[in-house]
């Protein structure tokens, strides 16, 4: 491989990670707006959303932990 090849590639990466990144913090504040409107309204619908909205915030939170970690962290 060219120096040319392997730096496009590194490049794109740590594009690919901003971009998830950035997917990771638009989900967690989604996620946290639907807990805050479901917890104010009533009724078995509402409590369902509200405990998915919660279950996915928390993997939202998890994914987003991970990104941030560096690759010696990570073993």
């Known amino acids: 491989m060219e120096k040319g090849s392997l730096d496009k ?3 794109s990466s740590v ?3 901003k971009k998830k ?3 990771a913090k638009y989900g967690m504040a ?3 707006g ?3 409107i479901t917890g104010f309204t009533k009724g078995k619908e509402s409590s369902v ?3 998915g909205s919660g279950l996915t915030l ?6 987003h932990y991970n990104l ?4 010696k962290q990570k073993g």
């Open 68 to 71: 941030y970690q560096s690759k």
């Open 58 to 63: 928390l993997g939202f939170s998890y994914w």
């Open 9 to 11: 590639t590194k490049k």
């Open 30 to 32: 989604v996620s946290m």
């Open 34 to 36: 639907t807990l805050l």
């Open 49 to 51: 959303l509200h405990v």
């Open 15 to 17: 594009l690919d990670t």
């Open 21 to 23: 990144r950035e997917i």
